[in-house]
Structures are given as C-alpha cells and as structure tokens.
C-alpha cells in the first residue's frame, strides 16, 4: 500500500465478491444469485435501436426516463425515486447521506457484508445484532436508535424473510432511517412497498440485477418519501447512471408480465432444488429469495463447494463466523440444478 492511504482505509476489510469465471468457460454458476433467464424482449428491441449518437453527451442527471417509467408501475410520484449504479450505489448514497462520522449503523447479522465495508469507509460506528433461530427482527435492533438501520428482507445468505408488519414495528420504534434492502423482494410472498409510501422514515432498495435478468447492467433504485430522495441526491455523483443503462432499465421495468413470468419458473425451481437438497440429508431454510442456504454436518460444507468446483459448478462459501457450515446456492435452471443434485449426490 502506498504512504498515501488514508488510515481507516489501512485496516480495511473489502467486501469479497462472488467469483466471476472467464468468458466463454462452461461452468455451472449458482454462486452470486444471478438470473439463469435472459432479460426481457423488450431490453433486446430496445439495445438493438440504442443510438450511439445518444453516448455524445451526458446522461439525465436523475435518470428520469426510468423513474417515470417505474413511477407508473409501483404507483408513486417520480420524485420519490432515485436511481443508482446497482443497488450498492443506493446503499453507499444513503450512508453518505443520513450518517455522519462517528454515528451508528445498525443491522442484524448475519447479512450483506457490505454494509459494514460502507460503514467503515464513512467511519460510522456499526451495531450488529445477531438474528435468532427464527430469523425475525432480532431484539435489541430498535434499541440500537441508529441513524441508519439495514434490513435484507428477504436476507442474505439465508433467504428468510420477515414480514411487513414487523419492519414497520421497528420503523415506528426507531428515531433514524430503516432501509429495506429488497434485492430479492420480487421472488418473496410480500414487500414493503406501501411502507415506503405511509412512513415518512422508511425506504424501499431495489435492483434489476436479480429478478429482471440484468447483474451486468448494474442498475438498482429506491423508493421514499420526496425528502428523503431530496437528501440523498444531495450526495450523489453527477451522473450516476449511463445513458444506455437508463433506457434499458425503463424498458425493463416497464415488462411486468415477463417478470411474473421469470420469478414464477424460478419460484417452481427453488421448491425443485430444495426437495432435492433435503433427499440428500442437507437442512435448507425455507427461502423468499432466488437461493437456499444449505447446511450439512458431513463431508464439511468447505470441502463439497471445493469438489463441486472442481467439477465445472460453482456455488457460494463464505469462511466467517458463523457460515461455515452452510452454502448458499442460488436456484439455476432445471438443467443446472439436476446437474448439481446429480454431483452432490456422489460427494455426500
């Protein structure tokens, strides 16, 4: 490291991203919870008429064409909308802008890890408070009277999920912000849309990386109160958004039938692995997300995700406290998860 770097940057832990094999390997990859079906139609039509000429100048700074087009389907004003650079740019916007040095960021563990990167590089202080075995809002959480508080619903790397009422419990128990991280949201039975729209302290992240078939486009967004959006674009980059990614992601969210379509058959897939899963003496959590986590207590689970990617599939260990005894594994299609179920079949 160079005599540059800032001290708290010296000690820093980066967040550890899924791996990302070359192109043109022909691996199974259930590892960082992408879509196995391509995006919809519409995204297609409309990369094939993009003009180059539009890449000439700047993007919209707001991104508006998305936000009016995602403001009719989820039935909110523009304004209580902004858009990012995928969902960890909202993540990253919202800490900057609602959390000053020193002061408190608060979620339940375990969870996205890279809260606690975005926390450090802000130099906020991070409250963890551990989930118990039924997964719902931990005790404590509210306690904690963050200025920031995190919750994945449906969570990561666990799937579970909890339930709308319960996080507006926590939102009217709390003095700061409760940000509902809802990557996975589109694969669950329930959100916490309307929270966003009644609660003047809730907000609502969304990303088209999952369920709209779009991990390579990077774009996600969130849904408040105008002030809080107000707030956030404060602190935004100028241009956050591309001008290619803009006009594929409006395209995108505007095809709400091809997303029912895609969530159902991986909703059908999910129930497929996990009957598979738990026939080979795995305990799989029941999952609201694109993903199971699986636990088994032999061969370790280190070694199975080691065997498998010696055979061409990839699945997701995470070596921290607490998750190594599990695999999160993310719902491919038929042909993926028959194939991994016929590896782990001979490995356990």
Known sequence: MSKYLRKTIETLKPYEAGEQPSRGSTVIKLNTNENPYPP???????????????????????????????????GVRPEMIIAGNGSDDIINIAI?????????????VPTYSLYSVLADIQQAQTFEVPFDDSFDVPKGLAEAQAKLTFVANPNAPTGTFIRPEKIEQLARKTKGIVA?????????????????????????????????????????????????????????????????????AARA???????????????????????????????????????????????????????????????????????????????????DNRSLIKALASIV
């Open 40 to 74: 919809s139609p519409n995204v297609r039509r409309a990369l094939r008429t993009f003009s180059p000429i539009a890449l000439k100048r700047y993007p919209e700074p707001l991104a508006d064409t998305f936000r009016e087009a995602a403001a009719k389907v989820f």
């Open 96 to 108: 900057r802008a609602f959390v000053d040095v020193g002061e408190r960021i608060a979620y339940p």
């Open 180 to 248: 509902v991280d809802e990557a996975y949201a589109d694969f669950a039975d329930a959100n916490c849309l309307e929270l966003a729209k009644r609660l003047p302290n809730v907000l609502v992240l969304r990303t088209l990386s999952k369920s709209y078939s779009l991990a390579g486009l990077r774009f996600g967004f969130a849904i408040g109160q105008p002030r809080l959006i107000e707030d956030m674009n404060k602190v935004k980059d100028s241009y956050n958004c591309d001008a290619l990614a803009i006009t594929l």
């Open 253 to 335: 969210i505007e095809d709400q039938a091809y997303l029912a379509k895609t969530v159902a058959r991986i909703r059908r897939q999910r129930q497929v692995l996990t009957r598979g899963l738990i026939s080979l003496g795995f305990s799989v959590l029941p999952s609201q997300a694109n993903f199971l986590w699986a636990t088994i207590h032999s061969p370790p689970a280190k070694q199975i995700y080691l065997e498998l990617k010696r055979r061409g599939i990839l699945v997701r260990y995470f070596d921290h406290p607490g998750l190594t005894s599990g695999l999160r594994i993310s719902v491919g299609s038929s042909k």
